[in-house]
């Protein structure tokens, strides 16, 4: 079992900026995938980003790309999504999730943390 628990997020005006953090516990952290995925109110929950256990592997959903980099720490257990020039678009409950693959499905991940509320104000 994993267990992720985000933070980070909170009301910003449009251009602003956040760091959103997803500290897991439990079983290996560096052998997971981890990802970004966010659900607007009255939308399917949809991919952000993710990241491999190495760092090495990246992906991005094309809204954010240039926005929104992710990265990992390895020795703190924590995936963190740093978010620039919000827009807002970007206004939604962000979670984490850990899996094996470099995944942009949310069926491939196996664990999930209980989300974060980024509200961006134009």
């Known amino acids: 079992q994993v267990q992720l628990v985000e933070s980070g997020g909170g009301l910003v005006q449009a251009g602003g900026s956040l760091r959103l953090s997803c500290a897991a516990s439990g079983r290996t952290f560096s052998a997971y995938v981890m990802g970004w995925f966010r659900q607007a109110p009255g939308k399917e929950r949809e991919f952000v980003a993710a990241?491999?256990?190495?760092?090495?592997?990246?992906k991005y959903a094309d809204s954010v790309k240039g926005r929104f980099p992710i990265s990992r720490d390895n020795a703190k257990n924590t995936v963190y999504l740093q978010m620039n020039s919000l827009k807002p678009e970007d206004t939604a409950v962000y979670y984490c999730?850990?899996?094996?693959?470099?995944?942009?499905?949310?069926?491939?991940?196996?664990?999930w943390g209980q989300g974060t509320q980024v509200t961006v104000s134009s």
């Open positions: 999730g850990a899996g094996t693959l470099v995944s942009t499905r949310e069926s491939d991940y196996d664990y």
């Open positions: 990241i491999s256990w190495s760092g090495g592997r990246i």
